[in-house]
């Protein structure tokens, strides 16, 4: 069976086959007739597999571990990418005529060695090593890091062929294990690999260099020569895979200095194979220049007059690569000038993608451009190579989309996509698909016909389809080789929400709710769960979130949801009410006006003194209650919940204000990152018992919480439990604590911060940090001791920054990250004195029977707003409740 053609049955037990890897890996497979039985030692494996969307890496199998679906681990090969040409020194060790080891040497000058049988079988183990190099390099290509490390590695512990040709066949290896440590972002073990790479190819060259090559016995001469090429090439794509490196880890001025010693290297080499040296020198000029258009001056980098004595211009290096491409084999040469062509085509010169006409092809350069994109796809068509194909038609693509050339555009476009899906590229799919949808949308746009509304409908959906996909294989790569989240990711979702609020809908009043289906409402709303998932996977650099699709209808009678969504020049509020009906209303504010507000808002209730929060206040109020108030009230709602967006993150909604009467006047409220985040209505604790640490003295440069003694000794008053205070309150000892305690709430008082990446957020504890990653741990150490999850966890003297919305995500990180059903913490460090008022009051409200969170928050923040001295909402707007309100 297989590929072949015959015209009967055969006995025969052989399987022709091809593989996904190449067609260098097409072959045929034998098999003899077993003699065992396969069923005999057969393990059992689950007959479901868990869903893909709850554990999508394998990071998430630590507390269970069913047979799992997962990405690939990691990103399929792009143009975009520094360029490898992993084969040029491969190839040149395979054509190297073998010794029987050790006869190249600088002090064997009287050996008559020749090919013997020890060579000949030193030649099959160098190329059974290569292909199974091959094929390790094959797999990274498609993405599969993982699989393909693993063989890397082995491989690398394998024992090699003696003598000179093992020594650089050792070498490439580690070169390939650093390639793979640099793009999973193991910094330190890629450079570590690839300096032990560079020193066996010198190790070998050297001594062949204080040697020349006519000094050397007549026989020995080849074998000599053969060796010194292999090294010096192997020693070149060493330092051009550090340069890579440097460059990734924006080491600017260090990937420049070597990647000038790789050409330097191939230059001093004399008799190197023209091809392969000109091959790697193409590279290095080509990662220089890539280098100098991502580091223009002024921003940190180097100016591209500075990249070399003898490069003064990007025109220079140009020009300099130019002639090297000449001289290339068509695959080496390909590969090259579409690398250029796509780093010239990056995104990030057209601002996220959208169209630019002056970004088009009405300059000579542009003109040039795409007549350089036109005679790749002929020269990728000749070679049958569809990655090729694909990128130089979605380029030609991009480039007919800035001119605004419609037609064509549209149709380079779907060519590029179909060879994406046809290839399983999931990459490239999302690329193209996110393309084709911006194109149809912009042919709906100036035509108004619905036909393009639809297809671009369809192409927006295949490219979240695609991003959903690849949700853990973009977490995989190294940081700095991930797409930019604002310009890439982000984009796609909004615009898509922002295509189905467009349709057109039944005229209305400014403000009032438009008539748009509750399907497409629905719809809108899934994409906007989606794209807050994403940006928490962005945030927490893991894919492991548990997600369940939940409306408010199922959790809570009295409850509606509001999505506020920045869209451009408006604001779109999406309501979704407890009987399952939704409301859309669409309030025309910039962006910028509502950063604006926020930003004062914000910084008046920091001052305390003076009533400079009150305007902005009152416009928040406008924009997020005031067009659903009728509709809330009749609905029966007590309680508010926001699903916020951007910078409402950080606005604490129980102070907005109608001008007589704070929000938290007329309504419980709550926050949550998604709804699809909130915990099941299962069991939780029901002993009334805390967990408290806090932190009082001064400590790493953190000022003294006086107040927090008091605060704990408030809160024991009202419900019994362990206290860690001070130098009790150790990492150690709270993840001893939590273990052994049943307490449902954990209370822990001390200087915080929710930081613009997971590692700066924190809580402070004696003499140490403990960071998300750890926190998080020690939570959920109870879990995995069959125990019922922590039921509410207290953060009572963090913040994030004013008017950081990075920062912002912080607070929903560690929410979400930390396992409890409810967190309860504080958008900015607030007096202590009071917290400890507001905190001794919470906790007298909620030891009352049948009072919710939310509703015993609301209850302390209405005392508090009656207090003489903390009645200014700086004190008391602060606190806020994530996750389960009930």
């Known amino acids: 069976m297989g590929l072949e053609f015959r015209e009967q049955l055969t006995p025969a037990s052989d399987i022709t086959a091809s593989s996904g890897l190449g067609r260098q890996f097409n072959g045929s497979v034998e098999l003899s007739q077993p003699s065992a039985s396969p069923t005999a030692a057969a393990i059992a494996l689950p007959a479901t597999l868990a869903d893909p969307v709850e554990r999508l890496a394998q990071s998430c199998a630590a507390q269970r571990s069913p047979l799992q679906v997962t990405g690939r681990g990691g990103l399929a090969a ?21 010794t029987d080891g050790g006869a190249i040497a600088a002090e064997t000058t009287n050996s008559q060695t020749t090919e013997t049988p020890n060579a000949k079988t030193s030649n099959v183990e160098t190329e059974s090593i290569i292909r199974d190099l091959e094929a390790a390099i094959a797999l990274r290509h498609q993405g599969f890091y993982g699989e393909a490390l693993e063989q890397l590695q082995r491989l690398n512990s394998n024992k090699k062929p003696s003598g000179p040709r093992g020594t650089v066949l050792q070498g490439q290896i580690l070169r390939q294990l650093g390639i793979s440590y640099r793009l999973m972002g193991e910094f330190d073990q890629a450079e570590a690999a690839l300096e032990q790479s560079l020193a066996l190819a010198l190790e070998i060259e050297q001594p062949l260099k204080q040697q020349p090559l006519k000094q050397q016995p007549l026989k020995q001469q080849p074998f000599a020569q053969s060796a010194s090429e292999s090294a010096s090439l192997s020693a070149a794509e060493a330092l051009l895979s550090l340069g890579h490196l440097a460059a990734t880890r924006g080491q600017v001025q260090q990937a420049q200095v070597l990647y000038q010693r790789a050409i330097a290297q191939l230059t001093s080499a004399p008799n190197l194979p023209p091809s392969q040296s000109s091959a790697l020198q193409a590279t290095a000029l080509a990662s220089l220049l890539k280098l100098a258009r991502e580091q223009p001056a002024g921003t940190g980098g180097i100016s591209p007059t500075a990249l070399s004595p003898t490069a003064l211009s990007q025109k220079a290096l140009s020009q300099k690569l130019l002639a090297q491409l000449q001289a290339l084999p068509a695959p080496e040469n390909l590969a090259i000038r579409l690398h250029l062509a796509t780093v010239q085509l990056d995104a990030k010169t057209v601002n996220a993608k959208t169209v630019n006409a002056q970004a088009g092809t009405t300059s000579a350069e542009g003109q040039m451009l795409q007549w350089e994109l036109e005679q790749l796809l002929s020269l990728a068509q000749q070679l049958d190579d569809p990655r ?32 994406s899906q046809a290839s399983g590229d999931r990459l490239m799919e999302y690329q193209w698909a996110w393309q084709l949808a911006r194109i149809h949308r912009h042919r709906w746009q100036l035509t108004g016909e619905m036909a393009w509304y639809g297809q671009s409908q369809q192409a927006y959906r295949l490219a979240l389809e695609a991003l959903a996909a690849l949700r853990s294989d973009l977490l995989t790569v190294a940081p700095a080789l991930q797409f930019s989240f604002r310009s890439e990711i982000e984009p796609v979702y909004r615009q898509y929400v922002d295509l189905l609020l467009s349709q057109p809908a039944s005229p209305s009043l400014e403000g009032a709710a438009d008539s748009l289906p509750n399907a497409t409402l629905q719809e809108a709303i899934q994409t906007v769960e989606a794209l807050r998932l994403a940006e928490l996977d962005n945030y927490l650099q893991d894919a492991c979130l548990t997600t369940a699709s939940r409306s408010i209808a199922q959790v809570d009678d009295q409850a509606a949801v509001i999505y506020p969504i920045q869209l451009g020049d408006r604001l779109e509020l999406i309501v979704s009410l407890p009987q399952g009906d939704m409301r859309r209303y669409r309030i025309p504010v910039s962006r910028a006006t509502l950063a604006q507000t926020i930003t004062a808002f914000r910084q008046g209730l920091v001052r305390r003194s003076g009533r400079d929060f009150q305007a902005p206040s009152q416009a928040l109020y406008q924009w997020l209650i005031q067009p659903a108030l009728l509709d809330l009230n009749q609905a029966g709602v007590k309680t508010l919940v926001f699903v916020p967006d951007g910078p409402f993150k950080a606005v604490p909604m129980a102070a907005l204000s109608d001008g007589q009467r704070y929000l938290i ?62 130098d009790q309150f150790t990492h150690q000892q709270l993840a001893s604590q939590i273990l052994k305690s049943k307490a449902p709430i954990v209370h822990i008082a001390t200087h915080g911060q929710f930081g613009a990446q997971a590692e700066e957020t924190f809580v402070l504890a004696w003499n140490e940090r403990i960071n998300l990653e750890q926190l998080s741990n020690i939570l959920h150490s109870r879990m995995a001791q069959g125990l019922l999850p922590t039921d509410l966890l207290v953060l009572s003297a963090c913040e994030t920054a004013v008017g950081d919305e990075a920062s912002s995500l ?50 302390t923040q209405l005392a508090m707003l009656q207090h003489p001295i903390y009645r200014h909402p700086y004190y008391w707007s602060a606190f806020v409740l994530l996750g389960d309100w009930q």
């Open 78 to 98: 792009s143009p975009l990418d520094w360029l490898e040409l992993e084969q040029v020194g491969l190839a040149r060790l395979r054509d190297a005529p073998a």
């Open 388 to 419: 090729a194909i694909a990128y130089s038609l979605g380029s030609l693509g991009q480039i007919a989309e800035w001119n605004q050339a419609w037609g064509q555009a549209q149709r380079h476009s779907e060519m590029a996509l179909q060879l």
């Open 665 to 726: 006047e007329q309504f419980n409220v709550a926050a949550t990152p998604s709804m699809a985040l909130l915990p099941e209505q299962g069991q939780r604790g029901t002993s009334p018992e805390i967990l408290g640490a806090g932190l009082s003295q001064a400590n790493q440069g953190f000022a003294p919480l006086k107040y927090v003694a008091q605060e704990l000794q408030d809160i024991f008053a009202a419900i019994p439990g362990k206290l860690l205070l001070d």
């Open 810 to 859: 912080g607070l929903a990180g560690m929410a979400v990250r930390s396992g409890a059903r409810s967190t309860l913490a504080s958008l900015w460090s607030v007096d202590d004195q009071s917290t400890a008022a507001l905190m001794g009051e919470f906790y007298q409200q909620l030891s009352q029977p049948d009072v919710a969170k939310a509703e015993a928050l609301r209850q």
